[in-house]
């Protein structure tokens, strides 16, 4: 009997405690497997424009590319057309951006951090601008797959600061990549091998500047048998609990083991005699 991964997806934004309006976005795609996030920056609520602009654009851009290769999907040999197809995306989300800063000069200077995560047979795309991160929950241990794109990062590669100080840094939120911003961004993507009993998050630094990893790994383990929006609403209070200092944003998916049910008898039959 076949057997295959089946995703589950959640998703949760909240404005914070402090923030008077809300300028991330998020989206996912459960059809074509995909999940979005972006948390923009930049006043007059112009970072709410662009982490708009950048979500709406990218998942159109996937879902049209995504279509056209539904022929070969999820079985692409390598992962050259999918890394090929996001980079474009979000390039294209990058260039309306600029385009709308330009034709609108209240949002100069706008601009978005992005992660999106793209999953194909058994293995997931992760592709990043900013300091949005993606963790993996398996078998119990929590793993951040992404590097943020930050000065506090750039230290902390350089042993100028301690990881137990870093949360504490008055320079954490200084990216040093961003979408909307200029015309050469440059986009990080990675592929991960994806197995059954995987926990995917996706967030905003309004997560994770509030939360230590060993709490979001205690409400995630905590509620590994429960619906993933109470994960979702889970992380987001305890966000709010530790000060809610900014917009908070989580996506969550699952990955299940699939198991199709058996055929006929006549199939099973068959099938022993072949």
């Given at each position: 009997m076949?057997?295959?991964?089946r995703?589950e997806?959640?998703?949760k934004?909240?404005?914070?405690?402090?923030r008077?309006?809300n300028?991330?976005c998020?989206?996912?795609?459960?059809e074509?497997?995909f999940?979005i996030?972006?948390?923009?920056?930049?006043?007059?609520?112009?970072g709410?424009?662009a982490s708009?602009?950048a979500?709406?654009?990218?998942?159109k851009?996937?879902?049209?590319?995504?279509?056209?290769?539904s022929?070969k999907?999820p079985?692409?040999q390598?992962?050259?057309?999918v890394h090929q197809l996001?980079d474009?995306?979000?390039?294209?989300a990058?260039?309306a951006?600029?385009?709308?800063?330009?034709?609108?000069s209240?949002?100069?200077?706008?601009g978005?951090?992005?992660?999106?995560?793209?999953?194909?047979?058994?293995t997931v795309t992760?592709a990043?601008v900013g300091?949005?991160r993606?963790?993996r929950?398996?078998?119990?241990?929590?793993?951040?797959i992404?590097?943020d794109?930050?000065l506090l990062?750039?230290?902390?590669d350089a042993?100028?600061i301690?990881p137990?100080w870093?949360?504490?840094?008055?320079?954490k939120?200084?990216v040093?990549r961003?979408v909307?911003v200029?015309p050469?961004?440059?986009?990080e993507?990675r592929d991960?091998?994806?197995?059954?009993?995987?926990l995917?998050?996706?967030c905003s630094?309004?997560l994770?500047?509030m939360?230590a990893?060993?709490e979001?790994s205690?409400i995630?383990l905590?509620?590994?048998r429960?619906p993933?929006?109470?994960a979702?609403?889970?992380l987001?209070q305890?966000?709010?609990d530790n000060?809610?200092?900014d917009?908070i944003?989580?996506?969550?998916?699952?990955v299940?083991l699939d198991?199709p049910q058996a055929?006929s008898?006549?199939?099973r039959?068959?099938?022993?005699?072949?």
């Amino acid at each position: 009997m076949a057997h295959h991964l089946r995703l589950e997806f959640a998703a949760k934004t909240d404005t914070g405690l402090v923030r008077s309006h809300n300028e991330d976005c998020v989206a996912i795609s459960p059809e074509h497997g995909f999940a979005i996030l972006a948390d923009g920056m930049g006043g007059y609520q112009a970072g709410e424009v662009a982490s708009g602009i950048a979500t709406a654009v990218l998942k159109k851009s996937l879902e049209e590319g995504l279509a056209r290769l539904s022929d070969k999907w999820p079985h692409l040999q390598g992962s050259g057309q999918v890394h090929q197809l996001m980079d474009e995306a979000i390039h294209r989300a990058n260039n309306a951006i600029l385009e709308a800063a330009r034709t609108e000069s209240r949002y100069e200077g706008m601009g978005t951090t992005l992660v999106a995560a793209l999953f194909r047979g058994d293995t997931v795309t992760i592709a990043h601008v900013g300091d949005s991160r993606a963790y993996r929950l398996r078998q119990g241990d929590l793993l951040q797959i992404t590097k943020d794109h930050s000065l506090l990062q750039e230290q902390l590669d350089a042993g100028l600061i301690s990881p137990e100080w870093a949360r504490f840094s008055a320079i954490k939120n200084l990216v040093t990549r961003a979408v909307g911003v200029g015309p050469d961004m440059e986009v990080e993507m990675r592929d991960h091998h994806v197995e059954a009993g995987d926990l995917y998050l996706l967030c905003s630094d309004g997560l994770s500047d509030m939360l230590a990893e060993q709490e979001i790994s205690e409400i995630l383990l905590e509620n590994k048998r429960q619906p993933l929006n109470n994960a979702c609403g889970m992380l987001v209070q305890k966000a709010n609990d530790n000060g809610g200092r900014d917009n908070i944003s989580v996506i969550l998916i699952n990955v299940l083991l699939d198991s199709p049910q058996a055929g006929s008898l006549l199939d099973r039959v068959l099938h022993w005699f072949a």
